[in-house]
């Protein structure tokens, strides 16, 4: 497509629900990231994708978080038995390669998820 | 720990003034850095960058300053113009990181008619 599409836009959740974010990224690009904002903090890493294979999962809070890519296209971050603090807006981008520094990446318009 | 500090959090100009965004960083592996812009509901855009073999870069109305010695950069704004208000975020990376992004919190412009 022609940006980064995330679905859903937004989610609410109870509380030890397990939740499943989506992003497609611009078709091409072979890295993705994902990334959220809590309020009032800036962006937090999460995790990155170098074509399916994620070489960096430091970002990850806790085990309850994961991620996949398949076909080197679509990913999906999945929270399992979601807690209060993880409400935050999960934002995915995208870029042609790692280290194509030059423009930055392409984010998403983000999904704002919330655990009651 | 926050290696990326945006220490306002709001900034108010006059249309037409200079608007100017700080931000500095501990880390001193930083060899990249990047604003974006971001309006309510939608992502981050980017808007300009800079290595860290410069200390200046020009983007049209969109400049950055690196001052590496002091760990701090800069986005000046010139003319500002209503819509310019947004969110700015700073942000950095190593390049063998992946090009993993630190962000900072964030400054809000808000420009005046």
């Known amino acids: 497509g022609a940006g980064v599409s995330q679905s859903p836009s937004n989610k609410v959740t109870e509380k030890g629900k397990d939740v499943e974010l989506r992003c497609d990224p611009i078709?091409?690009?072979?890295?993705l990231y994902w990334y959220r904002q809590s309020l009032g903090q800036g962006l937090e890493f999460l995790i990155y994708f170098q074509g399916n294979s994620a070489p960096d999962k430091s970002g990850l809070p806790s085990d309850r978080f994961s991620a996949e890519r398949t076909g080197g296209s679509v990913s999906t971050l999945t929270i399992q038995r979601t807690q209060q603090e993880d409400s935050a807006v999960y934002l995915c981008a995208s870029s042609p390669q790692v280290g194509t520094s030059n423009y930055g990446y392409t984010f998403g318009s983000g999904t704002r998820l919330t655990v009651v | 720990d926050q290696q990326v500090k945006q220490n306002s959090p709001s900034l108010s100009v006059q249309e037409g003034r200079i608007s100017i965004l700080n931000c500095d960083y501990t880390n001193s592996m930083f060899d990249y850095f990047l604003w974006y812009k971001k309006y309510p509901a939608e992502g981050p855009t980017f808007l300009i960058s800079i290595s860290s073999i410069k200390d200046k870069n020009e983007d049209g109305r969109f400049t950055v300053f690196l001052n590496k010695s002091a760990k701090h950069l800069s986005l000046h704004i010139v003319p500002s113009q209503p819509g310019d208000s947004a969110v700015y975020f700073c942000a950095a990376s190593v390049r063998d990181s992946g090009y993993a992004l630190n962000f900072g919190k964030g400054t809000s412009l808000l420009v005046t008619p």
């Open positions: 078709s091409g690009h072979t890295a």
